[in-house]
């Protein structure tokens, strides 16, 4: 277990060393999450339907 302890120790620095970078990054990310659930759908659906009518085009 004593030979496990630096790789534990180092695994563990290195998430600390995330958490100010997830910090920086999450609240823009919970900012654009609303407003890509609001414009995806029907961009989902018009690419659905330029999908369904391509093929025959091209």
Same mark, same amino acid.
């Given at each position: ?7 534990? *120790? *180092? ?14 990054? *999450? ?19 018009? *690419? ?11």
């Amino acid at each position: 277990m004593n030979r496990l302890y630096p790789v534990v *120790a *180092a695994f563990a620095s290195l998430h600390l060393a995330f958490v100010p970078v997830v910090a920086a990054i *999450a609240p823009p990310i919970l900012y654009i999450a609303p407003v890509v659930y609001t414009i995806a759908p029907p961009v989902l659906f018009i *690419a659905l339907v330029i999908y369904t009518i391509a093929p025959p085009i091209l």
